[in-house]
Nanobody, 125 residues
Framework: VQLQASGGGLVQAGGSLRVSCAAS????????MGWFRQAPGKEREFVAS????????YYADTVRGRFTISRDNAKNTVYLQMNNLKPEDTAVYYC???????????????????WGQGTLVTVSS
């Protein structure tokens, strides 16, 4: 699956932003999906993942309660709604997918098969 992320930008601390990831292909609903991020000088880290149907999701402790991942299988798109943003959320955000039919645990373990190109989110203090 090919992934294209969009929606990043500059936002003040406490603000909100939604990033999107459009996927190509006809079997999008058979892919768990997720978001990772990489801040300057740091390693890429897991942010959130969502199951094939959207019925379950997992979040990193640092974003739980502030970020919400969702998907629209009819539009082949996954979203990450980010609320109450903090300067430490500044990073390039990447959407990601494991192999087809793999559960979202694969993403949590870092087993990513496809990456989007990344979209920059900058949170000013």
């Amino acid at each position: 699956v090919q992934l294209q992320a969009s929606g990043g930008g500059l936002v003040q601390a406490g603000g909100s932003l939604r990033v999107s990831c459009a996927a190509s292909g006809r079997s999008f609903s058979r892919y768990s999906m997720g978001w990772f991020r990489q801040a300057p000088g740091k390693e890429r880290e897991f942010v959130a993942s969502i199951s094939w149907s959207g019925g379950s999701a997992y979040y990193a402790d640092t974003v739980r309660g502030r970020f919400t991942i969702s998907r629209d299988n009819a539009k082949n798109t996954v979203y990450l709604q980010m609320n109450n943003l903090k300067p430490e959320d500044t990073a390039v955000y990447y959407c990601a997918a494991p192999k087809e039919d793999e559960a979202q645990g694969a993403l949590i373990s870092g087993r990513v098969e496809s990456w989007g190109q990344g979209t920059l989110v900058t949170v000013s203090s």
